[in-house]
């Protein structure tokens, strides 16, 4: 046996990279789908002998833009210590999901030991998703209309913007008419 080999079995901590991952669900996503993607998550970082920290449902938020035909994700926030190849495992099986609108990565230590970090067993587990089916934005006939005082559908009130800011060629109404030359080219005097 080498001495290197030596010092290896003599240092039995492991170390390992902190990261964490933000994954965006569907709007739509009903608990059964959501439960799936957090359990290949747990599958994947058993597998690849990572450690899962903690694991958050973040709840329904409004994107920063559209995604999808989306513009409301539900957040799943999930930190884990692992290696590099755990990374990209994850995320393929994330691409893999059809549910999965977006995902990011980011390291945020290198070379942890193991034995440093606390993990509490009550934030590793993944609570079931209770989201209150989303409501669709109800306007009133009245609103749509254009009835309501002071409100004009938006539609509308941009075509009637544009039309009253356009120049036209007729003299304005208010403005005092100059009257014409006398016939003999002389102009009348005041």
Do not use: C
Request: glycine share 6%; hydrophobic share 35%; proline share 5%.
């Amino acid at each position: 046996m080498s001495k290197r080999n030596v010092r290896r079995m003599a240092t039995s901590t492991e170390h390992l990279r902190e990261y964490e991952t933000i994954y965006i669900l569907r709007n739509d996503v009903d608990a059964d789908g959501a439960d799936r993607v957090a359990q290949r998550v747990t599958e994947v970082v058993e597998r690849e002998n990572g450690r899962l920290v903690k694991f958050e449902a973040w709840g329904r938020r409004k994107l920063a833009y559209e995604v999808a035909k989306q513009r409301k994700g539900v957040y799943v926030y999930v930190k884990y210590l692992g290696k590099g190849g755990l990374v990209q495992e994850l995320e393929r099986n994330l691409r893999l999901q059809d549910v999965v609108l977006k995902h990011m990565t980011v390291q945020l230590r290198d070379d942890v030991a193991v034995e440093t970090v606390t993990i509490d067993p009550e934030e590793v587990k993944f609570r079931r998703l209770e989201l209150p089916p989303e409501e669709e934005e109800k306007i009133s006939r009245e609103k749509q209309l254009g009835l309501v005082e002071g409100e004009r559908p938006e539609r509308e009130r941009r075509e009637e913007d544009e039309y009253l800011d356009e120049p036209t060629d007729e003299p304005a109404a208010s403005a005092p008419a100059t009257p014409a030359p006398a016939a003999g080219g002389e102009e009348p005097q005041a």
